[in-house]
Structure formats: structure tokens, C-alpha cells
């Protein structure tokens, strides 16, 4: 039990598009999910939290209007980096908790390469 | 300002022997702190957990060990086995959702 899946697990994208990272709890509703990145030999770093039909809570240093947040369902939640530039290639990982005293399950990445 | 630290950037270790990976950290309001391991490309997967009312959890062939006073704990895995060679994470959290990661320690265990 407990799986969190991510789509796609690797994009490459032109620099200035968009492109929207997918996080799903397969098998357990997801009232949090956490958004992180991870640059290489780094650690990961929170980005956000987003809670189920709220708004997400960013980090500081954050820009809330360039990583866009969408928790719209207790199973899926959704980041979108908009106008993407090489500086923002990374792995990004979500989690997902059902339980508020529980533990984060984390999916597998999405490697993204800006060009 | 990195709050937890993770100052051995690798470690080998041959099969069958200890691996003991170290973390510190620098908030004392932190009161529960967690261990995760990690592949190339993959997510981290939850190892073993520790509550700061306690100063050991094991857990099989892993053991968290934690001492509150140095804000030092230590992740023990005996015997080593290969398939343990991966980046192994140490995180901490304190009143809110938030984990605080350190930078990790990749293990390698050779035969």
C-alpha cells in the first residue's frame, strides 16, 4: 500500500514553455502533498505544501506565480512550471500523507531538462 | 543555513560488516527525525523513524540511535548487504509537516 506515482518521469522542454508534473496516491486519499526538488548531490529541498481544495503554502524564495500548485482532488496534485529556463532543470518529487500524523510517501521524480 | 547536516558524503563498507551514517542537526525544536534511502532516479523510501522520547528504534538489521544533548543521530545497519548500497537521507521535523532534509551519504557495500 501506500504508492505514489508522478508523470511524466522525465521531460525535456525548450526553454520558455510550460510544463505540468502530475503526483498521484494510488491507493489512499492524499488530504497533504509536498512538492520538493532536488538539485544534483543536494538535498531535497520543500518547495510547497498543498493541502486538498486549498491553496498551496510556498517556501521562501518560492515564486508561487512560476511553480504553480493545483491540489484539486484527494489523489492528485499537479505542479506546472511555467516559462521554464535551464536553471530550473532538477528532479522534483512529491509526497502525499493521508493521515496528519503520518508518515510522507514519496513518488519516484520527474527528472526535467530545460534547453 | 543548513539544519540538518550530513558531513560524510559517502561511505564503503564490506558486506557483512556495520555501517554507521551520522547526521546532525541545529534546531532543537526538531522532535522527530527520520531516515530515508534513495535510488539514482527514484524517490526515497522510508527506512526508520525516531521520536526525540526516545534514544533508540530498531528495526531488523536497522537501528536509529539519538542523542538529544549532541543533536546527533546516527542510522546502524548490521550486516551490511549490497542491495543496501544506495543514498540513505536523514530529515527532521518539529510543529509543522515540514522535512527538513540533510544532503545525504551515498553507501556503497562492496563484497
Known amino acids: 500500500g501506500a504508492v505514489v506515482s508522478q508523470h511524466p518521469s522525465r521531460v525535456i522542454c525548450k526553454s520558455g514553455t510550460s510544463v505540468k508534473i502530475e503526483c498521484r496516491s494510488l491507493?489512499?486519499?492524499?488530504?497533504?502533498m509536498f512538492w520538493y526538488r532536488q538539485f544534483p548531490k543536494q538535498s531535497l529541498m520543500l518547495m510547497a505544501t498543498?493541502?486538498?481544495?486549498?491553496?498551496?503554502?510556498?517556501e521562501q524564495g518560492v515564486e508561487k506565480d512560476k511553480f504553480l500548485i493545483n491540489h484539486a482532488s484527494l489523489t492528485l496534485s499537479t505542479l506546472t512550471v511555467t516559462s521554464a529556463h535551464p536553471e530550473d532543470s532538477s528532479f522534483y518529487i512529491c509526497?502525499?500523507?493521508?493521515?496528519?500524523?503520518?508518515?510522507?510517501?514519496f513518488g519516484p521524480g520527474t527528472r526535467l531538462t530545460v534547453t | 543555513d543548513q539544519q540538518v547536516k550530513q558531513n560524510s558524503p559517502s561511505l564503503s563498507v564490506q558486506e557483512g560488516r556495520i555501517s554507521i551514517l551520522n547526521c546532525d542537526y541545529t534546531?532543537?525544536?526538531?522532535?522527530?527525525f527520520l531516515w530515508y534511502k534513495k535510488y539514482p532516479a527514484e524517490g526515497p523510501t522510508f527506512l526508520i523513524s525516531?521520536?526525540?522520547?526516545?534514544d533508540k528504534n530498531e528495526d531488523g538489521r536497522f537501528t536509529v540511535f539519538l542523542n538529544k544533548s549532541a543533536k546527533h543521530l546516527s542510522l546502524h545497519i548490521v550486516p551490511s548487504q549490497p542491495g543496501d548500497s544506495a543514498v540513505y537521507f536523514c530529515?527532521?521535523?518539529?510543529?509543522?509537516?515540514?522535512?527538513?532534509f540533510g544532503t545525504g551519504t551515498r553507501l556503497q557495500v562492496f563484497p
Open positions: 509526497s502525499a500523507r493521508g493521515d496528519p500524523l503520518g508518515e510522507q510517501y
Open positions: 491507493d489512499f486519499q492524499a488530504t497533504t
Open positions: 498543498s493541502n486538498e481544495g486549498s491553496k498551496a503554502t510556498y
Open positions: 534546531n532543537s525544536m526538531f522532535d522527530y
Open positions: 525516531i521520536s526525540s522520547i526516545k
Open positions: 530529515a527532521a521535523s518539529g510543529n509543522t509537516d515540514k522535512l527538513i
